[in-house]
């Protein structure tokens, strides 16, 4: 059974920097050829959407509009990690951020719904205030 854990979240000003981290366990050794691995963040009173998303195909990223520039993810096979580095935070980055796996040999995006993912972490808190 596959199981992701969020790390890292907490409280910033804005122009800070936080890093989360999701654990993943139950696969194996090679689950970095078949299963991508999306960011995703739910603020009060909005739809879940989609930040970032790594790919089983050669770890290819790709990010929601909004954060390019400011968020970076990747993946470390041998600790079965995948970080999301998130640095000049602004207020409208506040969320929980939850990250989660889809089983599938292709390129990912952050536009794809988060119905198609088939496990998830159970979040961790971003707040960014001054």
């Known amino acids: 059974q596959v199981r992701l854990v969020e790390f890292g979240g907490g409280s910033v000003q804005p122009g800070g920097s936080l890093t989360l981290s999701c654990v993943v366990s139950?696969?194996?050794?090679?689950?970095?050829?078949?299963?991508?691995i999306g960011w995703f963040r739910q603020a009060p009173g909005k739809e879940r959407e989609g930040v970032s998303c790594?790919?089983?195909?050669?770890?290819?990223?790709e990010y929601k509009e909004s954060v390019k520039g400011r968020f970076a993810t990747s993946r470390d096979n041998a600790k079965m990690t995948v970080t999301l580095r998130m640095n000049n935070l602004k207020p409208e980055d506040t969320a929980v951020y939850y990250c989660?796996?889809?089983?599938?040999?292709?390129?990912?995006?952050?536009?794809?719904?988060?119905?198609?993912?088939?496990?998830w972490g159970q979040g961790t808190q971003v707040t960014v205030s001054s």
């Open positions: 989660a796996a889809r089983t599938v040999d292709d390129y990912c995006s952050p536009l794809i719904p988060a119905r198609y993912f088939n496990s």
């Open positions: 790594i790919s089983s195909i050669d770890d290819h990223t």
């Open positions: 139950g696969l194996t050794p090679d689950w970095r050829r078949f299963h991508a």
